[in-house]
C-alpha cells in the first residue's frame, strides 16, 4: 500500500495536499458551531447534486409531460418520492445554512481583510444558487412553477432598449412554454456542477489564508491552532448528523411543507393563481423588489435594481466596515444593528409572503409601506454600519490578545 | 462619575442594547409565524380541523376507510371527475380482491387495468358546469388546508334550514342586525359586510351552490354527497359526514400511494442518525477533551 502512495506521490503530490489542506491544515481552536454551516453547505450540495442526477435519469422537460414525469417519479420510481423529496425539501435546507453561514461571516467579520475574495466568491456561489433554484422550481411545471417563472422572467422586461427582445430570447418565444421549460432544465442540470467548480475556488481562497475565528484576530501563537483532522473532521460530522435528523424529519414527516400546494397544480397559462409567491429562500428579496412602486413607469425597473442590490451590496461591505475590530462581539452598535438587520429580513420575508395590497390592523396598515421601510432598513444597515465605524462613532468593548 | 459607576453604566447599556436587539429578533420571528395566516387570510373561512388516521408521524391508512372511500369515489365522484394516476387494479393494496376489482371496473366501462378516468368529456362538463371538473388524484395536495379542505368542501354545503333562512331573509331585501347575527353563525359570513352579505344571500336563493369553504363561496359542483348516497356493504352508517371521511381518507392516499412506505422507513432511518449522531458526539467530547 506505501509502495503504492510512494509511486502516486513521487508523480502527483496527493498525500502531501492532502496533509497540508486537509489532515495537517491548521484551524483555529475556538471555532464554534456556526462554524459547521460551510461544510454543511457543501454536504447539501452533494446531497443536490446527487438526488437530482437520480432525479435527471427519471425526469423529461416538456410542457405536456413534465408534471406527469414528476408524479410518475413520486408514484412509480422505487424510492422515487425520497429523491424528489430529499431534492425539494433540499434546496429549502440548502438556502437556510447558507443564510446562517453568511450571517455568521456578517457577524464576526469574516469578509474582512484578509479574506474579500474569499466573501466574493461566497457571494457569487449565492447568486448561482438562486438562479439555479429559480430553474428548478420551474421543471415540475406546476402553477407555481409557470407563473413563477413568468413573473421572474418578465423583470428583465425593465431593462431599458434591450429589454423586451431579452425576454423573448430567454423565452424562446412569446411566453413561458416548452422551449423556457427544456433551456431551464439544461442550466439546472450544468450550474450545479459550476457552483461545484467555484466552491473549489472558495475552498483555496479559505486555505490561503485560513479560517476567521469567533474573536476574530489573526492567530500568532502556534498553540492557537489545532489540526483539521481529528478536530473538525468529527466536530462536522456530528454537525451533519443533526442536520440529518432535522432535514429527514421533513422529508419523512413533513415533505409538503415547504412546497406551495398550488403546484400541485399542472401548469395552466390560460390561469393566474389568485396569489403568486415565489419560495421562502427569495421572500425578502421578493419584498424589496415590490417595495419600489412610487416611481410611475420607472418603478419596475427601479424595483428590480434594488432587490439585485440588496445582494450586489454585499460584495463591497468590505470596504464599508472600518472598524479596528472584526468580531461584533466586542462592537455594541454593530451588534445591535446586524440583529436588526435579521429581523428586517423576517419582516422583509413576511412582507413577501402577503399580498402586495394586503394590510394589517384592520386595514389600517398596508403591507406596502411595511416593506418600504423594511427596504430602506435593510440598506440602512450598510450605510450605519459605514457611519459609526467609518467616524470612529463605536467605541469597541477590550478585545483579547489571543484566542 | 466615578470609574466603577462608568463600568457599571457600561455594561448596563451593554446589555440593554443586546437585549433590546434579541428582544426585536424574537418579536420578529412572531410576527413572520403568527401574522400570516390570521391577518390577510383572503376571503377564506377558518376550516374546521379533522383528525385523520393517516396523520402523524405514526399514522395509519385505514383499510376499510379506504375501501369505502374508493367506493364512494367510483360511484359519487367519477360521474363527473377522474382521478388519472390511479389504476383500478391499485385498489388491491388496501384490501379489494381481484374479483371485486374487476366488477368495479366494469361498472365504469372498464378494465382492471385502466386508469380511474370519468366518462364525461371535458367538452360535455365545460358545457355542463363552465369548467371542466379538476382531476381528483393530487386534489388533497393541491389546495391549502389539504385533507381538511377537501373534507370541509364536501360537507359545506347549504343546508335546506341555510336556504330557507337566505329566503326568508331577503324576502323584503334588507338584513336587520338580528337577521345579520343569524346570518353570520349559521353561513359563516362576515356580519360586517352588509352589502356582500346580501349579494351571497341572494345568490343562494336563486339557487346557486353556496359553499361555506370555497374562496368566494360558489362555485360549479353541485353537492355531490348526501345521507344514504352510497350504499356500504360493511355495515358503516352512511351519513353524508361518513361519506365525506371515507371518500377524503381514499384521496389522501390517492394523492400520495407511497406515504405509509415513507412513514415507516422514517422511523428506521430517525432511529439510525439518532444513534448515530449520538455517537459522534461522544467522540467529538472524547477528542475535543484534549484540547480543552
Ligand atoms: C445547487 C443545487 C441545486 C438546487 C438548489 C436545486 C433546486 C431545485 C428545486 C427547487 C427544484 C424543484 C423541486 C420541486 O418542487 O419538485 C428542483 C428540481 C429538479 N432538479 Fe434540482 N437543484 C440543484 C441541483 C440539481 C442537479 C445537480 C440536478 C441534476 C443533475 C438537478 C435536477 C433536477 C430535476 C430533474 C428536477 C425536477 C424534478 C422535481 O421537480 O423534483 N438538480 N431542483
Keep these: 500500500m506505501s509502495k503504492i502512495m510512494e509511486w502516486v506521490d513521487a508523480r502527483l503530490p496527493v498525500t502531501e495536499l492532502l496533509k497540508s489542506q486537509a489532515t495537517e491544515y491548521p484551524t483555529p481552536k475556538n471555532l464554534n458551531y456556526w462554524w459547521n454551516f460551510g461544510s454543511l453547505a457543501l454536504f447539501v450540495l452533494i446531497i443536490m447534486i446527487a438526488s437530482g442526477l437520480f432525479l435527471a435519469m427519471h425526469y423529461k422537460a416538456d410542457a405536456n409531460q413534465s408534471f406527469d414525469v414528476v408524479e410518475h417519479i413520486m408514484r412509480d420510481v422505487n424510492f422515487g418520492w425520497l429523491l424528489r423529496y430529499m431534492h425539494a425539501n433540499g434546496a429549502s435546507f440548502f438556502f437556510m445554512v447558507v443564510y446562517i453561514h453568511i450571517l455568521r461571516g456578517m457577524y464576526y467579520g469574516s469578509y474582512r481583510k484578509p479574506r474579500e475574495i474569499l466573501w466574493w466568491f461566497g457571494i457569487i456561489l449565492f447568486f448561482m444558487m438562486m438562479a439555479t433554484a429559480f430553474m428548478g422550481y420551474v421543471l415540475p411545471w406546476g402553477q407555481m412553477s409557470y407563473w413563477g417563472a413568468a413573473v421572474i422572467t418578465n423583470l428583465m422586461s425593465a431593462i431599458p432598449v434591450v429589454g423586451e427582445d431579452l425576454v423573448v430570447w430567454i423565452w424562446g418565444g412569446f411566453s413561458v412554454g416548452d422551449p423556457t421549460l427544456n433551456r431551464f432544465f439544461a442550466l439546472h442540470f450544468l450550474l450545479p456542477l459550476v457552483i461545484f467548480g467555484v466552491v473549489i475556488l472558495h475552498l483555496w481562497a479559505l486555505h490561503a489564508v485560513h479560517s476567521n475565528n469567533p474573536v476574530g484576530i489573526d492567530l500568532h501563537d502556534e498553540k492557537d491552532s489545532i489540526p483539521f483532522h481529528p478536530y473538525y473532521t468529527i466536530k462536522d460530522l456530528y454537525g451533519m448528523g443533526v442536520f440529518l435528523i432535522i432535514f429527514c424529519a421533513f422529508v419523512f414527516y413533513a415533505p409538503n411543507f415547504f412546497l406551495e400546494p398550488d403546484n400541485y397544480i399542472p401548469a395552466n397559462p390560460m390561469q393566474t393563481p389568485p396569489h403568486i409567491v415565489p419560495e421562502w429562500y427569495f421572500l425578502p428579496f421578493y419584498a424589496i423588489l415590490r417595495s419600489i412602486d412610487f416611481l410611475g413607469s420607472f418603478s419596475k425597473l427601479a424595483g428590480v435594481i434594488a432587490m439585485g442590490g440588496a445582494i450586489a451590496i454585499l460584495f463591497i461591505l468590505p470596504f464599508l466596515d472600518r472598524s479596528p475590530v472584526r468580531s461584533f462581539r466586542y462592537r455594541p452598535l454593530s451588534k445591535q444593528l446586524f440583529w436588526m438587520f435579521v429581523a428586517d429580513c423576517f419582516v422583509l420575508g413576511w412582507v413577501g409572503y402577503n399580498p402586495a395590497d394586503a394590510a394589517i390592523f384592520e386595514g389600517a396598515l398596508p403591507l406596502i409601506v411595511i416593506g418600504r421601510t423594511c427596504t430602506a432598513l435593510y440598506f440602512s444597515y450598510f450605510f450605519l454600519l459605514w457611519v459609526i465605524t467609518a467616524f470612529d462613532i463605536e467605541k469597541h468593548t477590550p478585545v483579547p490578545k489571543s484566542i | ?292
Design chain 2, 1 to 292: 462619575m466615578n470609574y466603577q459607576q462608568v463600568v457599571q453604566l457600561h455594561r448596563f447599556t451593554k446589555q440593554a442594547s443586546l437585549r433590546s436587539a434579541t428582544v426585536l429578533f424574537f418579536a420578529a420571528m412572531l410576527l413572520v409565524v403568527v401574522l400570516p395566516r390570521g391577518a390577510v387570510a383572503s376571503g377564506g373561512v377558518a376550516l374546521p380541523k379533522q383528525n385523520w388516521s393517516f396523520a402523524g408521524m405514526f399514522g395509519q391508512f385505514d383499510n376499510a376507510a379506504l375501501k369505502r372511500g374508493a367506493q364512494v369515489a367510483i360511484q359519487a365522484c367519477m360521474t363527473c371527475h377522474s382521478l388519472k394516476y390511479i389504476k383500478f387494479d391499485q385498489l388491491r393494496q388496501f384490501g379489494y380482491t381481484e374479483i371485486e376489482v374487476k366488477a368495479l371496473a366494469e361498472s365504469q366501462g372498464r378494465t382492471k387495468k385502466d386508469a380511474l378516468l370519468s366518462g364525461m368529456d371535458a367538452n360535455a362538463a365545460k358545457d355542463a358546469f363552465g369548467v371542466v371538473p379538476p382531476d381528483l388524484s393530487l386534489i388533497t395536495k393541491a389546495r391549502k388546508g389539504y385533507e381538511d379542505y377537501t373534507f370541509a368542501i364536501l360537507t359545506g354545503y347549504a343546508s335546506a334550514n341555510d336556504l330557507a333562512l337566505a329566503t326568508r331573509v331577503m324576502a323584503d331585501d334588507k338584513i336587520s342586525d338580528e337577521e345579520a347575527k343569524e346570518v353570520a353563525s349559521a353561513l359563516g359570513l362576515d356580519m360586517h359586510h352588509l352589502d356582500k352579505m346580501a349579494e351571497v344571500l341572494k345568490r343562494m336563493a336563486a339557487g346557486e351552490n353556496f359553499n361555506r369553504y370555497f374562496p368566494g363561496h360558489f362555485f360549479a359542483m353541485p353537492q355531490p354527497l348526501s345521507d344514504g348516497a352510497v350504499a356500504y356493504t360493511d355495515g358503516t352508517e352512511n351519513s353524508k359526514i361518513q361519506l365525506a371521511r371515507d371518500v377524503v381518507t381514499f384521496l389522501a392516499w390517492a394523492g400520495e400511494p407511497t406515504m405509509m412506505e415513507r412513514k415507516s422507513l422514517g422511523v428506521k432511518v430517525l432511529l439510525y442518525l439518532f444513534v448515530l449522531t449520538i455517537m459522534m458526539y461522544a467522540v467529538k467530547r472524547r477528542i475535543w477533551a484534549r484540547v480543552h
